[in-house]
């Protein structure tokens, strides 16, 4: 099982980050890894609530894979999830949750994953912090170019 915890405080609103991250159809613009993204339409689940399918071709040094995810944002909770529908995962899941704070945004986000190629699983494993800690700066330097940065908060 490989598990990652990150919190980040940012000086943006709760509503700004939630935004930015919901954008799937967006991320090839700022997310160097992914070679292309196809999103279902969005569908209503309740609420405030939003699902939406999408299916990302990712590529690092020399792995290139396919995967399709269901992104659920709930703009009420300030929350997205991610879970799998299908790929080269036997688990994949994750969670943005976006809370209010003094300084702007807590960020908490939260992912789980294991690949069905036990050895692809153990070299992924190895560089997986760093591959986390890419993520979050790619989300943090496009919150810079959309809203400045030190963008006023809520």
Not at 3 to 15: F, G, M, T
Not at 19 to 33: I, T
Not at 65 to 84: K, M, N, Q, Y
Not at 94 to 110: E, M, S
Request: aromatic content about 12%; charged content about 25%; proline content about 5%.
């Amino acid at each position: 099982m490989a598990k990652h915890h990150v919190e980040r405080i940012l000086p943006y609103a709760p509503e700004q980050l939630f935004a930015l991250v919901g954008d799937v159809r967006a991320y090839p613009e700022f997310v160097p890894w992914i070679r292309s993204l196809r999103t279902g339409p969005e569908r209503p689940d309740g609420e405030g609530v939003t699902v939406l399918d999408a299916d990302a071709a990712v590529g690092f040094s020399f792995l290139k894979e396919r995967f399709s995810t269901r992104v659920r944002r709930d703009a009420g909770a300030l929350l997205i999830d991610v879970s799998l529908i299908s790929g080269p995962f036997r688990r994949l899941s994750n969670q943005w949750r976006f809370q209010a704070d003094p300084l702007g945004t807590k960020i908490i986000f939260d992912i789980d994953f294991e690949f069905k190629s036990k050895l692809l699983d153990i070299m992924l494993r190895a560089n997986f912090d760093l591959a986390v800690g890419k993520l979050i700066s790619c989300f943090e330097a496009r919150a810079q170019a959309l809203y400045g940065s030190a963008a006023a908060t809520a």
